[in-house]
């Protein structure tokens, strides 16, 4: 079973999701509260609900370093934390552990910035 993780599944991830979600058996995304989780797992992105947990930034679940040892692909939206990258803070090694893992995909907004006060960036 093919399987899509989306660390991050916010707006742009949502979009990518809706547009090629389909390609995969499975689809895991992430947010961080657990009223975004459940809102999101009703809906049907790519053609079927995602299943969804909380990552906070701070400190992975161990369902989502499972679904993340389970993945074929990642998709990272997630926005820095602190000005940090949480994903690569937290889940770096577990990313190059995974043994089905094919791609890992960043994909943002120009939003991760901040606002610059019109300083080039």
């Not at 991830?13 to 995969?24: C, I, K, L, P, T």
């Not at 909380?54 to 161990?62: E, K």
Request: net charge negative; with cysteine.
């Amino acid at each position: 079973m093919s399987t899509l993780v989306c660390l991050g599944l916010g707006y742009c991830a949502q979009h990518y999701v809706s547009e090629f979600g389909s390609r995969f058996d499975r689809v895991v995304g992430t947010t961080r509260n657990a009223d975004r989780a459940a809102a999101l797992g009703r809906e049907r992105l790519g053609g079927k609900p995602a299943e969804m947990l909380v990552f906070d930034g701070a400190s992975p679940s161990n369902e989502l370093k499972a679904a993340i040892s389970e993945a074929d692909a990642l998709l990272v939206s997630a926005a820095p934390v602190e000005g940090r990258d949480p994903v690569l803070a937290l889940l770096e090694e577990d990313m190059l552990r995974a043994p089905r893992l094919k791609s890992a995909v960043y994909l943002s907004s120009l939003g991760v910035y901040g606002d610059s006060g019109g300083a080039w960036i």
